[in-house]
């Protein structure tokens, strides 16, 4: 009988399924790693923004344009003795408004000489301070100041938009001459959330009288929390796409020839 060439298929070898499983197992432990740093990410910011930081709503215009009425800002618990020339705070005082909050920018504390206005600008020690922040073509003489020499552990507070705030100037016949005492301040504005117009410019006017305060963690929190989802995402997204690729790969076979029978 002549002889005929057939072709014998080998059978598959398991190593490389086992090295496949292999692989899934350690590409599963390390999503599982990757999605529990994450959560302790994601969830950390969380519980250290609602530590660190109080929302409020501005119910008024005297801080425009900084800070426009209805905004919501975010402002990080602070020590009042911690507070420094530019800070923009909220506190409370009895003689100003009963049981309500208020945000006002510091622009003078306790030893200081402050008056209005010297150029067109607000003097602080004798100093002209340049102020940004002010509505455009609102100049700051909109605010006559008499020389106030601010007393020990005090603030002498203004808004941003001067002409309609009710500020220290309209308590300057009070005992204290309009200030306030730093234990009255519960916190620091650090940004505006809503609508989103972030952190707060530095004041740098105020730098020639001394360092200013340095901005809170809200960045960092930010980032804690958006790269945790970001990790909380990719690493359970891992699953399924693995899955859908490793289903879509056919085991490679391979062919010999057969002798001749």
């Known amino acids: 009988m002549g002889g005929e060439s057939t072709t014998r298929t080998a059978p598959h070898s398991g190593g490389s399924t086992a090295a496949a499983q292999t692989g899934s197992r350690l590409g599963q432990r390390l999503s599982g ?10 969830l950390g910011g969380f519980g250290w923004g609602a530590v660190a930081y109080r929302p409020y709503t501005v119910p008024t ?17 602070v020590d009042g003795d911690e507070v420094r020339r530019g800070d923009v705070v909220v506190f ?7 049981g309500a909050n208020v945000v006002k920018r510091v622009v003078a504390v306790g030893g ?3 008056a209005c206005c010297t150029d067109g600008k607000l003097t602080v020690n004798g100093k002209q301070i340049d102020e940004p922040y002010l509505p455009k073509g609102s100049p700051a003489e ?22 309609g705030s009710l500020d220290s100037t309209a308590h300057l016949t009070d005992a204290a001459s309009g200030t306030v005492s730093r234990s009255a301040v519960s916190a620091r504005v650090d940004a505006v959330v809503w609508p989103m117009n972030g952190m707060l410019k530095r004041p740098t006017g105020f730098e020639t009288l001394g360092a200013l305060s340095q901005p809170g963690p809200l960045r960092t929190i930010v980032w804690l929390i958006v790269g945790g989802a970001v990790l909380i995402l990719g690493g359970s997204a891992y699953g399924p796409v693995a899955k859908r690729l490793g289903g879509n790969r056919s085991p490679a076979r391979t062919a010999e020839p057969a002798g001749a029978r």
């Open 61 to 77: 215009s005297s801080m425009s344009p900084t800070i426009a009425a209805g905004d919501r800002v975010l402002a990080q618990r």
């Open 142 to 163: 909109d605010k006559q100041i008499p020389t106030v020499t601010v007393p020990k552990g005090r603030l002498f507070l203004l808004g941003d938009e001067r002409q």
């Open 112 to 114: 200081d000489t402050v």
């Open 92 to 98: 409370r005082d009895k003689t100003w408004v009963t």
């Open 33 to 42: 790693v990757v999605v529990a740093l994450g959560l302790v990410m994601f």
